[in-house]
């Protein structure tokens, strides 16, 4: 089955740039008619939808983070990407990568998550 | 956008018992677009309802969802020792595509 595992810095500094992958295994990124999204949680908090990406590329943002936040995907490498610029303490969280098939049918499956800290 | 709000915070059970969890919407949400989480410690979520009240795969018939609206609800018949955990609900909303979480229930162990 579809497996999703996250990969980047654990440590970013403050008004740089966060960057994570996602890679897809058993399966095929661009098969099939899915979304990819990126999902974070702060510690001890709950979860905040960051954005996805459709298989075609198109992509839809938290307008919370819109001007901030930019998913792309390289379907060559079975990745997906996140880059969040200016970052601050507050964007430290663990970041979950995840599939949903469309809205209807909920985020599965998920990464396992990796954690990224904000600190200089 | 839709706020989430879920009650109760806190649900202190004993195994074998049920569970009631709540999840109200600020508006009203489509039940095709409301789902279920299970969350254990250092784990990520995992899904459990989607649709409002439909099992997702390899879920025990134990867990059960309802509701429409803007009251859902989350119902775990007889609670085993694996399910004490932190449950979310999450929503949809088109205009524009945005997916809200409600803040959480911890199910703990009485």
């Known amino acids: 089955q579809v497996q999703l595992q996250e990969s980047g810095p654990g440590l970013v500094k403050p008004s740089q740039t966060l960057s994570l992958t996602c890679t897809v295994s058993g399966g095929s990124i661009s098969s099939g008619s899915y979304y990819w999204s990126w999902i974070r949680q702060p510690a001890g908090k709950g979860l905040e939808w960051i954005g996805r990406i459709y298989t075609s590329g198109s992509t839809n943002y938290n307008p919370s983070l819109k001007s901030r936040v930019t998913i792309s995907v390289d379907t060559s490498k079975n990745q997906f990407s996140l880059k969040l610029s200016s970052v601050t303490a507050a964007d430290t969280a663990v970041y979950y990568c995840a599939r949903d098939e469309s809205p209807r049918r909920g985020f599965d499956p998920w990464g396992q998550g990796t954690l990224v800290t904000v600190s200089s | 956008e839709i706020v989430l709000t879920q009650s109760p915070g806190t649900l202190s059970l004993s195994p074998g018992e049920r569970a009631t969890l709540s999840c109200r919407a600020s508006?009203?949400?489509?039940?095709?677009?409301l789902a279920w989480y299970q969350q254990k410690p250092g784990q990520a979520p995992r899904l459990l309802i989607y649709?409002?009240?439909s099992r997702a795969t390899g879920i025990p018939d134990r867990f059960s969802g309802s509701g429409s609206g803007t009251d859902f609800t989350l119902t775990i018949s007889r609670l085993e020792p694996e399910d004490f955990a932190v449950y979310y609900c999450?929503?949809?909303?088109?205009?524009?595509?945005?997916?809200?979480f409600g803040p959480g229930t911890k199910v703990d162990i009485k």
């Open positions: 999450q929503q949809y909303g088109s205009s524009p595509p945005l997916f809200t």
């Open positions: 649709g409002a009240s």
């Open positions: 508006q009203s949400v489509s039940s095709s677009y």
